[in-house]
T-cell receptor, first 109, second 113 residues
Framework: EDQVTQSPEALRLQEGESSSLNCSYT??????LFWYRQDPGKGPEFLFT???AGEEKEKERLKATLTKKESFLHITAPKPEDSATYLC??????????FGPGTRLSVLP | DAGITQSPRHKVTETGTPVTLRCHQT?????MYWYRQDPGHGLRLIHY???????DKGEVSDGYSVSRSKTEDFLLTLESATSSQTSVYFC????????????FGSGTQLSVL
């Protein structure tokens, strides 16, 4: 069974304090790993897709990396506007996606 | 913005009543999905559609049915709502070159009392 776990469940950072979020997965035949950002009361917003181990993607203060068993979302010098829940998902064989429970990030000014 | 509209945004209903949630898209995407989101569980797939009148079950389909009579509309029906179906429901479409990216609507907060 395909599974995705995320850690930590919640993370509080001071503005400028860099950190990483973890996404661990077990899946048969990974087609892609995805990161989404979700603000309260809104739907998830697509951030990145990673397809193979060793791949990295960057967007502003965010950098996503992928190994054969996990992915990290590195946040460099975060700002309060980076506060959100970050979701990880995998797409295995077939079309469907499996989501992790998310990491709730709070960045304090 | 993938042109996805969900209605209603909020609904309160009573146990045993039927409820229909609507998802409307404006960009002619083939694949559409219904997810529910609950604390500690993340997003779980209820049903999905890969074309008009073509639907299939997801991970948590019991108690739900769907219909897609037009490309742009995907309906989720709770035939007889239960308190365990209190949740936030999201519709999504898949897009991108290989259909690999999901784009979500704003969600429907459903409370079953």
């Amino acid at each position: 069974e395909d599974q995705v776990t995320q850690s930590p469940e919640a993370l509080r950072l001071q503005e400028g304090e860099s950190s990483s979020l973890n996404c661990s997965y077990t899946v048969s035949g990974l087609r892609g790993l995805f990161w989404y950002r979700q603000d309260p009361g809104k739907g998830p917003e697509f951030l990145f897709t990673l397809y193979s181990a060793g791949e990295e993607k960057e967007k502003e203060r965010l950098k996503a990396t992928l190994t054969k068993k996990e992915s990290f979302l590195h946040i460099t010098a975060p700002k309060p506007e980076d506060s959100a829940t970050y979701l990880c998902a995998v797409q295995a064989n077939g079309q469907n996606f499996v989501f992790g429970p998310g990491t709730r990030l709070s960045v304090l000014p | 913005d993938a042109g996805i509209t969900q209605s209603p945004r909020h609904k309160v209903t009573e146990t045993g009543t039927p409820v229909t949630l609507r998802c409307h898209q404006t960009e002619n995407h083939r694949y559409m999905y219904w997810y529910r989101q609950d604390p500690g569980h993340g997003l779980r797939l209820i049903h999905y559609s890969y074309g008009v009148k073509d639907t299939d079950k997801g991970e948590v389909s019991d108690g739900y049915s769907v219909s897609r009579s037009k490309t742009e509309d995907f309906l989720l029906t709770l035939e007889s709502a239960t308190s365990s179906q209190t949740s936030v429901y999201f519709c999504a479409i898949s897009a991108g070159r290989g259909g690999e990216k999901l784009f979500f609507g704003s969600g429907t907060q459903l409370s079953v009392l």
